[in-house]
């Protein structure tokens, strides 16, 4: 298989199957440059068809926007060169075009939450404020009968944190207590991700929101933003530093986790910020039971 075989493949994939079409482009390339942009390319992409998922995409706008990613991944093709492409690899996975793609990430996506309505999660970070409400919370939430999962407690010595957090993902009713640390936490925020590229987000989630956070304020969502494009830029030239891209599996899918959060953290943001999340002083007060009655509904 030559390179124009390969790049006519890749173009005739992208038509029906951008998604795909990027996967086995970054699955066949070897360069460090080519690779990123790949990555790049399907954080945008990834984004795209969470927002159409939720909703939040017009049909109109969505087509313009798969037009114009069609046309990017052209340009990027059009400018492939063989030594950026590994051969071999590329002519066994080409010439068998119903070979499945094996996925970047160690969870499902499933879009249908597979947990009974009784499990409920509570995701949040280590330490401070939030971990002392978390306590707090858990105890009252145990006294009225609700069982609430939390891996401090329920992880377990060697327990797998990527499953535990792809399990929080998939949970129909997830408590989010939302801090600035949680949102600069690449655990947390992975977490929070997962939440929402499965269905009903908005439904699935029940935030409290710390002070610190600063959700509220436009100005700190973007600061948030740009502190997420700066880990993609850092972990990026991180891996070009190290000369190559092979055998980096691991980091990759870390970077390609920062791609997720950067890509869905404005409309999640907007989803906590547009809630009417009672204050942590004012759960407190009421010994949380608010959120009781919202869990148990």
């Not at 790049?40 to 969505?62: C, D, M, P, V, W």
């Not at 970047?104 to 970070?125: E, G, L, M, Q, W």
């Not at 990026?236 to 990759?252: C, F, P, R, W, Y």
């Not at 409309?267 to 002083?281: G, H, I, Q």
């Amino acid at each position: 298989m030559t390179l124009t075989d390969i790049k006519t493949h890749l173009k005739l994939l992208l038509t029906n199957d951008i998604g795909k079409a990027l996967e086995q482009l970054k699955s066949v390339t070897k360069d460090n440059d080519l690779f990123n942009t790949v990555i790049l390319q399907q954080g945008t992409y990834n984004g795209l068809k969470k927002n159409i998922q939720h909703g939040i995409t017009s049909e109109t706008n969505a087509n313009q926007q798969l037009n114009r990613l069609r046309y990017n991944f052209t340009q990027i093709i059009d400018d492939i060169e063989e030594e950026q492409i590994i051969m071999e690899k590329a002519t066994q996975l080409f010439q068998k075009p119903n070979a499945p793609i094996s996925d970047d990430k160690n969870v499902s996506h499933n879009n249908t939450p597979t947990n009974s309505t009784s499990d409920i999660y509570i995701s949040y970070a280590w330490g401070g404020d939030s971990e002392k409400i978390v306590d707090q919370l858990d105890k009252e939430l145990q006294a009225k009968g609700i069982k609430v999962t939390r891996d401090k407690r329920d992880l377990g010595y060697k327990g797998s944190i990527v499953g535990f957090m792809g399990d929080i993902g998939k949970g129909n009713k997830i408590i989010v207590v939302i801090s600035e640390k949680y949102l600069k936490s690449e655990n947390c925020m992975f977490e929070l991700t997962q939440i929402y590229e499965n269905k009903d987000f908005a439904k699935r989630i029940f935030p409290i929101i710390l002070e610190d956070s600063k959700i509220y304020s436009p100005v700190s969502r973007i600061g948030y933003i740009k502190y997420w494009n700066d880990k993609i830029t850092e972990l990026d030239e991180a891996i070009k530093s190290a000369g190559t891209s092979l055998n980096m599996t691991e980091v990759q899918k870390e970077l390609n986790n920062y791609g997720d959060i950067r890509a869905a953290f404005d409309k999640m943001a907007f989803v906590l910020k547009d809630m009417n999340a009672l204050t942590p002083e004012m759960h407190r007060n009421q010994n949380f039971q608010t959120l009781y009655d919202e869990l148990i509904s």
